[in-house]
């Protein structure tokens, strides 16, 4: 299992198979996330291997819990996390529409002519 982050501004959730195991760093990276300055609750999913942390965003940092993280030696070195606004789905371009339409067309196409061709053989 490869280190996961979800971050939404004040919640970042962290996956990593250390904390699926009773594992010293992962109680020792709980405790010292309990402790840390800004953050309001720190909740422990061990059959989904994942942290989910809140924070005050004015008081602290993703970046700082994520290095933590990294000192306890539960993740990877901070890596790029995952925002809600990253998420989003790119819009498409008119031409992709387009290319969507003529598939369609020539699918529907294939299935006309297949029903038709299938009634001629029947009469």
């Not at 924070?55 to 000192?71: F, G, K, M, N, R």
Request: hydrophobic share 35%.
């Amino acid at each position: 299992m490869t280190d996961y982050m979800h971050h939404v501004p004040g919640r970042l959730r962290i996956r990593s198979k250390v904390f699926r195991c009773d594992t010293v760093s992962r109680n020792m990276a709980l405790r010292k996330l309990r402790a840390m300055d800004g953050v309001t609750s720190v909740r422990l999913n061990q059959k989904a291997a994942s942290v989910t942390v809140t924070y005050d965003t004015d008081v602290t940092e993703p970046t700082a819990i994520t290095s933590l993280l990294d000192q306890c030696e539960c993740i990877k070195a901070p890596s790029k996390i995952a925002t809600a606004s990253a998420s989003k789905p790119k819009s498409l371009k008119r031409s992709d529409w387009n290319v969507g339409k003529e598939v369609g067309k020539i699918a529907f196409n294939v299935l006309v002519s297949r029903g038709v061709t299938s009634l001629i053989t029947r009469i």
